[in-house]
């Protein structure tokens, strides 16, 4: 049984079980028996955490800068290793995918976590020196970081945007790993460890559990040593860790699911082809077999003769394109339950629908249809998110059924229009979705987030559980885990050194 | 029966019954009957304020600074009348207070609003122009405000700090009057009415409600319409709108309970005299009877000559002055359950704590005492706040329990240390209570909230229902009420004048 990462410590869990990974290439069950901790070990990190608080808030930014610095190094000096087990947990292809796009990407937002962290601007600092008034931002306190089973190095519990946010701010991290990727995990760890020693930050600044009982998620959401949450995964369970959050007034930021629309405006076709528009927008829907949160599970065509061109010929590229394999079973079982309420709705099944013959855990690349008569008479069913290579194309009668369906979009992460700013349905529909999302595309397809200070990955409920944070870009998600401070009539000696 | 304000138009009321306010300076019931609205009102209100979105999004960042100008400035033009209907209906003085502090602070924060507003400095727009992403602050939506008893003028849900951040950033306001003071109410909304037509506003950008049933309260923050709700009052009703607001996933921003804790450090008594203290404390605690968000509630000190002196000196004070006239008969009615209870644990009773005998809605000046080994056994009962002229003092054994107390502290808007920054313990006792407080202060009691951008009038829970934002100090306070929107590879046409 692999040892757990609590209070500075590499130690044996006490655990009411076990979890292994599966290879989902082969389906096969991975080497390694993974502890699901009890209580006990959870109190552990909590308490372990709590402690310290003060030593880390004592912490020069230089120091803080110096621990996110020496992990991204040492995560690229042992990225082989780690992202030859990424590929066995996650199946993900290693070289084009692990090593040249998640690694860099997860180790340039720790180094820009640094940078942030070292210059202090999360602090926000705002001096009202005729009345000795000071505010900025400040700790926010021990943060509780569960990470997703879609990246497993970028968004991974101990090295992704949270966690490099939370850290960036000062505070220490208890991070969830995922199941689908324990030894991935506790690579990382090591390597965070290694680098908390080079930066001389106290050694439970990172803890690191592998897995636990639901109810003890939620009861660590709810102890009085967490200050805040970050999460990302599916709905139902952020759902449930957002209700523990919510009944102790405690900020938890969601990234759960998103259908992220994208409309076609009918003038398009009078600068683009439809088979351009075929190839970006499969390209886009089987991107990583659809598994990223910004994957495009819903597209609006009118109902005419480029329209019906475009979702025949989506729906041939999904049939021509071999299904890739899925992160998991838990991937396979969603699938299978989106695509049947789907049916079940009247929606029509253009291609795929169930799991393929291939080998590994795949299903076929699915496509239905719907006409916007039907999709506004059930915006609810329609707008559930089928993760993976799932979507939904919605053939529009007219221009008004298009702003109907951009007004009935459930918070989401992405909403893309294609036309040209000429046409004035384009401004009609980016207003609409600019209530409804939080980021509005033109001429471009959802998938791709750029690490960029201008980014929001983030949207209204349920795509997030606040429309006003995003968990990518820095220094902007730093935000997430602080609170406001404010200083009234001190003495400089008691100030932080961003007011003195 | 007074008309209600819904979609531009004073109408009458579909109602269910009616309220009348009462003057707390008599017990007696005032003239005019304001409806409680039925849920078609309710309706009628939000369908208003979803339709003029556009239009108000369409607004000049001019045309909403022109509003707010003037609402401020027709504001001042009636406020003899205002403050007379206020005093009414509140009991609170009309010069000194309403007329000399109150209106001077509405208006001055309509006007930095409004400044804000043109200046759009509360977008905070940053632009990655190599890969063509903005981002920017954007309306949220309409906004439901629901204000306190405490603040008939200042925190009005029609013309208060959460009216005007909402306004500043472009949205709708539905504002929901206080029961105690309808008739003040209206004849804001009046005002507001008139700046509309001024500023060439979309007439329904500003409705109210005077009351309605609790149980269309929470159906109107359900309600799709509403994208943000601001709530100044009680905990028993902020945390009943917060769980319908969290049910939904949408932004809830509460000032609720704080008992902003007073720590005076036993050094102090080598610079300050016991008899300064008594004054400045017994002072605060008793100021507008006790009825601030900021009123020290709970104070601790060294269970020594000192301390006993100050304890027995406030109780002096407390006993000699004359009960104010409170705000109503529910904060009567508050403080004689807070009190029972307070009994009931085992807190000694110094002085008052029951109903005065003279004429009006009064209080004793009421003070309990309780050992540090009493408080820190029962952290939760010991915190309860008692709304109103009531404090306890904690004799604490050593400083040991000073720092134990300040950790036990809930989320609270305020913390307070007596003493120099040479003492080690100010130090020790500014950084617990920095993580447990919005603002904290040294050698300067709570009361006094100034109109700053760089106050912090927040907390952690249950001060509010988030630490990060503040409820004071524009353009701060505006941020609540937006969203974060992002504008990826979109043509300038498109995009908000603040990222062109």
Redesign the interface.
């Known amino acids: 049984m692999n040892d757990i990462l609590v209070g500075g410590q590499w130690r044996p869990a006490n655990s009411t079980g076990s979890i292994n990974a599966v290879d989902p290439r082969s389906g096969q069950t991975l080497d390694g028996d993974f502890p699901i901790s009890n209580w006990d070990d959870c109190a552990a990190a909590l308490e372990a955490a709590a402690q310290i608080?003060?030593a880390l808030?004592a912490a020069s930014p230089a120091q803080i800068a110096l621990f996110l610095r020496t992990y991204a190094g040492n995560l690229d000096a042992n990225s082989e290793a780690i992202c030859a087990a990424a590929e066995k947990e996650s199946g993900l292809p290693m070289p084009t995918r692990l090593q040249k796009v998640e690694m860099p990407r997860a180790t340039r937002q720790l180094r820009l976590a640094a940078d942030a962290a070292e210059s202090e601007v999360w602090r926000n600092p705002?001096?009202?020196a005729d009345?000795n008034?000071?505010?900025c931002?400040?700790p926010?306190?021990p943060v509780l970081v569960i990470g997703p089973n879609n990246f497993p190095l970028a968004f991974n519990a101990i090295a992704g945007s949270d966690f490099a946010s939370a850290i960036a701010a000062g505070n220490p991290v208890i991070a969830k790993a995922h199941p689908s990727h324990p030894l991935t995990t506790k690579l990382m760890a090591e390597q965070a460890v290694a680098a908390l020693a080079t930066a001389k930050l106290p050694a439970a600044t990172v803890q690191m559990l592998y897995h636990m009982a639901p109810e003890d998620g939620l009861r660590m959401v709810k102890s009085r040593e967490i200050a805040a949450v970050g999460f990302t995964g599916s709905r139902t369970a952020g759902v449930a860790l957002?209700?523990a959050a919510?009944e102790?007034?405690?900020?938890i930021y969601l990234e759960m699911s998103s259908v992220n629309p994208v409309f076609f405006l009918p003038s398009l076709f009078e600068q683009r082809s439809t088979d351009e528009i075929i190839t970006e927008l499969s390209g886009s829907c089987l991107l990583a077999a659809g598994q990223f949160c910004t994957c495009p599970n819903l597209f609006v065509l009118l109902d005419n003769e480029q329209g019906q061109q475009v979702v025949d010929g989506v729906k041939a590229q999904f049939e021509e394109q071999t299904p890739t394999v899925l992160l998991s079973g838990a991937v396979l079982g969603g699938l299978e339950s989106a695509a049947a309420m789907l049916q079940e709705k009247g929606a029509e099944l253009l291609a795929g629908g169930k799991p393929s013959d291939e080998e590994g855990i795949r299903f076929q690349n699915t496509l239905f249809k719907v006409t916007g008569d039907e999709f506004l008479a059930d915006t609810d069913a329609f707008q559930t998110e089928g993760f993976g290579p799932l979507s939904l194309g919605v053939l529009a009668k007219d221009l008004d059924q298009f702003y109907a369906i951009a007004e009935s979009i459930e918070?989401s992460l992405?909403g893309s229009v294609y036309g040209?700013?000429a046409d004035p349905a384009?401004?009609e529909l980016?207003?609409r979705l600019?209530?409804r999302v939080?980021?509005?595309?033109?001429?471009?397809m959802p998938t791709g987030v750029?690490v960029?200070?201008?980014?929001?990955h983030?949207g209204?409920?349920?795509a997030?559980?606040?429309?006003?944070?995003?968990s990518v870009?820095m220094p902007?998600s730093i935000?997430?885990f602080?609170?406001?401070?404010?200083?009234?009539?001190?003495?400089d000696?008691?100030k932080p050194d961003c007011l003195k």
Chains 1, 2 share one sequence.
Do not use: W
């Open positions: 608080v003060p808030e705002i001096v009202d009345i008034l000071a505010s931002r400040g926010i306190g957002k209700a919510d102790c007034g405690k900020p918070g992405t040209s700013a384009a401004k980016v207003s600019r209530r939080g980021r509005v595309i033109q001429n471009k750029a960029s200070p201008a980014m929001n983030g209204p409920f349920p997030t559980g606040h429309p006003g944070f995003t870009g902007t935000g997430r602080t609170k406001l401070d404010c200083y009234d009539n001190m003495e000696a008691l």
